[in-house]
């Protein structure tokens, strides 16, 4: 239903493997390798500086606020546009309704047609699902294909920042798709990165909720390396490991993906002794693998340091792409955003880490409210933790200041 109906068989994560899906692969690698995503660390740090400056004035909206700035880098490294507000979001919630229906298809066990493919020939004019979902293919085509032209306009104008959609037009011959093809490349980022990347961001929050110990620690690396004077940037990475094990160790303690995405085998493959005949599906339990205790000891406690050294990397499996974790997936299917993912979540990590305590919320009697680290909610393309209270509040006095400060050198 998600993969043929309606994404009409164009959305990376679900195309088969072949020659069109190593297409878009190649295509995907070019514009998010490491070195490509570099492009975008302007646009991250200012993206990161804008949700602080937000969480400052609201702070009880820290999620809405997150969910904002990563959507909108997103869009922004995809399709140059200008940062999109608070006020501008009717887009961002075009976006996720195409994301809302792709879920509702993934989950739905109404629909018995990935049970029963057969059903998938029954005439349109007798289905209403089927004339639904190809409706609904033609709704998101427009959409994306508008997203697409209006780069190619500005292009020929001169107008276009760098973006991958730019990229893309300018590798246009040599990638040999469609300008359909190209629309759905381009459109299927946001949907796979928007929401998985936003509650990684959840998570983020609510270990340092229930692990203030973490949080000081990873805050004196801050003060030490980056000062109150200034926020954290993109150079001061190298001089982080606190922080960068801090982002692993989110991703693999709450992974937002915990079973992945299933595969189909294309071939009978042989495993310990057990066959799994060609056209099984096989879905990777990632929750269970990054909480394996021969690789991580305590694995249920929030404990960056298992990351300070390489003792992880070594012992995983292989294909792991050294990120310590199997949140990402695995070998060659592996997420295609999680260099530009790992970014986004470093920047944000270390801004909010710099400018913010966040803290146990205390309720109208002064108990301390202490969030469950279990509860979740598992409604779309991402496991979040169930919403939770926490008190976040300006580390120093001239947070706010050099927020402001930032955000108008920014702008200039
Ligand atoms: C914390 C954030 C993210 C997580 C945890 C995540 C996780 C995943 C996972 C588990 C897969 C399936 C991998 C497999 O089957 O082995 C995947 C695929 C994918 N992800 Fe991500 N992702 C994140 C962010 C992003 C971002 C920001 C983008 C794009 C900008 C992105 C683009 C993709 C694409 C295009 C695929 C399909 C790859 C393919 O089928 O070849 N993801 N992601």
New binding site residues.
Partial sequence: MAGEMLTGGMA??F?RYGSF?RR??GA?RHG?STKAVEKYQATLASEAAQAAFDIVQTPADWEKRLKRAIASS?LR?TYGWPQIKEEESELITRMEAHIARLTNALISAALLIDFFPIIKYVPTWMAKWKRDALEWHKRDTRMFEGFYDGVRRKKMNDQQSDCFVSTLIENEERNGFTQKENAWLAG??FT??AE??AS?MSYFVLAMTLYPDVMRKAQAELDAVVGRERLPTFADQAQLPYINALCKEV?RWR???PL??P?RTIKDDWYEGYLIPKGTIVI?N?WAINRDSNVYPDFDVFHPERFLDDAVEKTLAPLTHSMGHV????????????N??NQ??FIDIATLLWAFDIEKAVDEFGHVIVPSSTECIDAGA?VSPAPFKCRITPRFHEVEAILKWEQASRSE
């Fill in positions: 990376m994560v195309a899906w878009l692969r995907a998010f997103i490294a299927i980022l796979a990165g998985t990347t990684a991703l992974p937002v993906g992945a995405v595969r990777p990632v949140t990402y997936g695995f070998g060659r299917r592996i997420c295609a955003g999680y530009f993912a986004a979540m991402a």
